[in-house]
């Protein structure tokens, strides 16, 4: 009985051995064709990429978890940028560049196929073998015209999902797909990115300098004045500053009502004395004429 349990175990480890090569045999075949298909379309090669995923959170990927992309291949189409990859074991994924970034989501999927995980977007009906959901249905229900209805009769079967992120159009197709798939793919993808153009924009920010513009005047109204007071401001303003130094002493020394009576003549007589000597000060010299200056005296 103890050989037998030995035999069976060896097979086992015999056949996980095998399970294990083969499998790796698939996976290294594989990247020789994905690097031999982008070297034929003139695109760069990664074995492996850590921040590509970062990009993108619908679609496919949202149900992929932490899976580690592999057979990268980057490269431009019209002058945007097109990524090629591999999630594991789960899916190959083509995204495109958009020029115009929009906040509406479609994504149009083979029926048979689970809804969308998200919470913000939502069913707007079937067109053909095709599934349409949209975080705008308005937005999405202008998108799907006539075209759109053709695209998604004669799209091929291998782009299973199809689905937009911002400034991103994305393909999810089989990660047994070939090369003539991933060509077909590569042309999926391109026209339905041509058929979101209708979608609305992403609204502009306000620049910085035209909120910091606006708060300007606020704070000069708020401020000190733009400009030096004139002398004629200056002048006014020390004059009252020194009657209001002037008339606190008095304020302060005043005497109290009962007294007002013993008060009045010697603040009369330092009125007179006041008086007096302005007159003397201010009165002008026998021979001054304006501004000062001596005049002479002519005779008629």
């Not at 090669?45 to 590509?52: C, D, G, K, Y």
């Not at 004429?289 to 001596?294: C, E, K, L, P």
Request: hydrophobic share 40%; net charge positive; proline share 6%.
């Amino acid at each position: 009985m103890v050989p037998l349990w030995f035999t069976l175990s060896a097979l086992c480890f015999v056949g996980a051995g095998v399970l294990l090569y083969v499998d790796l045999d698939q996976r290294r075949g594989r990247s020789r064709r994905r690097r031999s298909w982008a070297r034929s379309q003139g695109f760069d090669f990664e074995l492996e990429s850590t921040e590509i995923l970062q990009r993108w959170k619908r679609g496919v990927i949202s149900t992929a978890g932490d899976a580690p992309v592999r057979n990268v291949v980057l490269g431009q189409i019209r002058g945007e940028a097109v990524y090629i990859f591999d999630l594991d074991e789960v899916a190959t994924v083509i995204a495109l560049h958009r020029k115009v970034s929009t906040n509406v989501v479609v994504d149009v999927r083979l029926k048979g196929l689970k809804e969308p995980r998200e919470n913000d977007i939502w069913l707007l009906g079937a067109i053909g073998p095709r599934m349409v959901y949209s975080t705008n249905l308005d937005a999405a229900r202008r998108a799907c015209d006539r075209r759109m209805v053709t695209f998604a009769h004669t799209a091929p079967d291998c782009a299973e999902i199809m689905w937009n992120e911002a400034n991103w159009t994305l393909v999810s197709m089989p990660i047994t797909s070939t090369r003539a798939q991933w060509d077909e793919g590569l042309r999926s993808v391109r026209q339905f990115n041509d058929l979101l153009r209708v979608l609305p924009p992403t609204p502009r920010r306000e620049p910085f300098e035209a909120a910091t513009g606006a708060a300007k005047p606020a704070s000069r109204r708020n401020g000190q004045p733009s400009r030096p007071l004139g002398s004629g401001g200056a002048a006014d303003s020390a004059e009252d500053s020194a009657a209001d130094q002037a008339s606190s002493p008095s304020r302060a020394s005043a005497p109290p009502a009962g007294n007002t009576a013993a008060a009045a003549e010697p603040r009369s007589r330092r009125r007179a004395a006041r008086d007096e000597q302005s007159g003397m000060l201010h009165a002008p010299s026998p021979g001054a004429g304006r501004n000062g200056r001596q005049t002479a005296h002519y005779q008629r």
